[in-house]
């Protein structure tokens, strides 16, 4: 039976198949509408970025995954004056300088790790054989495997950098002579200048003494002259020794004769021949050790030198009871010496800063005590050169330890053995080391 509902309902339905008939087509034109605006909107707007990259200072690029070129601007042109047909396909670190580029992969790939932005700076090849350096700023996009890169040129600013470096080297440098000048006129003057007055008092003696027919002479007076006068023969032949030292150390010349040798004997027959020099004085100085004999091969003159600079530093830098140990232990296959003072002590700031060429804390030409700042150096040259280190430790008016360590090797085809200078020889080594301490 035809039903009124069933009429209303197919109508309903016709209707409804129209409305939606014509909603998709309204739908599909308003899409092809917004894609075809948003298309050229992308158009436009990639039209744009390509002028902006060809009119960019920078260069951009982007790179494979084999860090291959695969798109670039006119950047490496106009910088670097590669074409881009030189630099497509070809791998990034090719135009990098060689050190530079070890560098530079590491950043890319912790960059690729981290998905973070990477700088660096890098020498980069020009076409003409020069070099430029550019600061890189790179991404890695994971989802497409590459990598975007863009380079500025920065050389101006580097070699602006390294001229007001360079210039205030060569002010540092200027600064560092005229110092050095002040003081090696001073250390020379001093000593040349007791033995001028020195001499001049002699020759007057001996003048009067040969108008009275050598009658009036003090020969006690003379041998104090000649003591006073050897001592600053010494001190000069001390300070021109540890400047020729420094030259050669400084200029790899020197050269250190190994030998098996019992340092134990060395350093305990140098700190007692140090004691005994110092018999007139309140300093008292202590050996210690557990080890009877340990045979290593050094320098044996070496190991002395550093020893009477540890030692007449020690005496220098004193206050008035003065206590000196001096210890020898083993650890880790290294003999380890430690001089240990109650001396003035070393500002913990400076304490790096002792072992430069010509260093001296207190550097007024009227300081307590005489040095020209070059003991440490070269003790610190000649226990390099065994391949072993020295540092000190210090505290203000409490004292300070010296410390060097040198490894235990020893020369398998020697069969002799060197236990240390002779007396007379260390004495003449005290002698000169110590030629700088006027109170003793
Ligand atoms: P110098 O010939 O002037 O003594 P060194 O190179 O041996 O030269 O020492 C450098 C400086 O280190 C000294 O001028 C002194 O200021 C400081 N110094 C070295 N040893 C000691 C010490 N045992 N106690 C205090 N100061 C020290």
Redesign the pocket.
Same mark, same amino acid.
């Given at each position: 039976m035809f039903n009124i509902f069933d009429q209303l309902n197919d109508q309903l339905l016709i209707t409804d198949q129209v409305a939606k008939t014509q909603f998709c087509n309204a739908q599909k034109s308003i899409v092809h509408q917004h894609s075809s605006e948003k298309l050229k909107r992308y158009q436009a707007l990639e039209q744009e970025l390509q002028t902006f990259l060809s009119i960019a200072t920078d260069i951009h690029a982007i790179l494979n995954e084999h860090l291959e070129i695969i798109s670039c601007n006119n950047g490496f042109q106009n910088i670097l004056g590669w074409e881009e047909s030189e630099v497509l396909k070809k791998n990034y670190v090719e135009f990098i300088d060689y050190p530079d580029a070890v560098q530079i992969i590491t950043a890319i790939n912790e960059c690729k790790a981290s998905g973070q932005v990477a700088t660096d700076i890098a020498k980069c090849k020009c076409k003409d054989g020069k070099y430029k350096w550019i600061e890189w700023r790179g991404k890695y996009i994971a989802n497409k495997k590459i990598h975007l890169l863009t380079g500025r040129d920065i050389t101006l600013q580097k070699e602006q950098e390294e001229e007001r470096l360079a210039k205030r080297e060569a002010e540092e440098l200027e600064m560092l002579k005229d110092e050095f000048l002040i003081n090696m006129s001073h250390e020379l003057k001093t000593p040349l200048n007791v033995i001028y007055m020195t001499l001049q008092l002699e020759s007057e003696e001996i003048k009067s003494a040969l108008e009275k027919n050598g009658q009036g002479i003090e020969l006690n007076i003379l041998k104090r002259h000649d003591k006073i006068i050897q001592r600053n023969v010494y001190r000069l032949l001390r300070l021109i020794r540890n400047l020729t030292e420094i030259a050669k150390l400084e200029s790899d010349e020197y050269r250190l004769n190994f030998t098996n040798c019992d340092i134990v004997s060395i350093v305990r027959q140098i700190s007692l021949a140090v004691a005994d020099h110092m018999q007139s004085t309140k300093v008292k100085i202590t050996f210690d050790t557990d080890i009877q004999e340990l045979i290593t091969a050094c320098d044996p003159s070496a190991i002395e030198q550093i020893m009477l600079? %540890?030692l &007449?530093?020690?005496i @220098?830098?004193r206050k008035d009871e003065s206590k000196v140990r001096v210890s020898l232990t083993v650890k880790d296959n290294k003999v380890r010496v430690t001089v240990k003072?109650n !001396?003035? #002590?070393?500002p913990k700031t400076?304490l790096e800063y002792? *072992?430069k060429r010509f260093? @001296?804390?207190?550097t007024s030409l009227n300081r307590k005590?005489e #040095? &020209? #700042? =070059? !003991? %440490? =150096?070269v003790?610190k040259y000649l226990v390099e050169l065994h391949e072993g280190s020295i540092w000190?430790k &210090?505290q203000l008016n409490k #004292?300070?330890s *010296?410390i060097f360590e040198i490894p235990i090797v020893q020369i398998s085809d020697e069969k002799d053995i060197y236990y240390g200078s002779t007396s007379q020889q260390i004495e003449e080594k005290c002698n000169i080391e110590f030629s700088?301490i006027y109170d003793i």
């Open positions: 600079n %540890l &007449s530093n020690t @220098k830098y003072d !001396g003035i #002590g070393i400076e002792i *072992f260093a @001296k804390i207190d005590c #040095g &020209s #700042g =070059t !003991g %440490l =150096t003790s000190a &210090s #004292g300070s *010296f700088d």
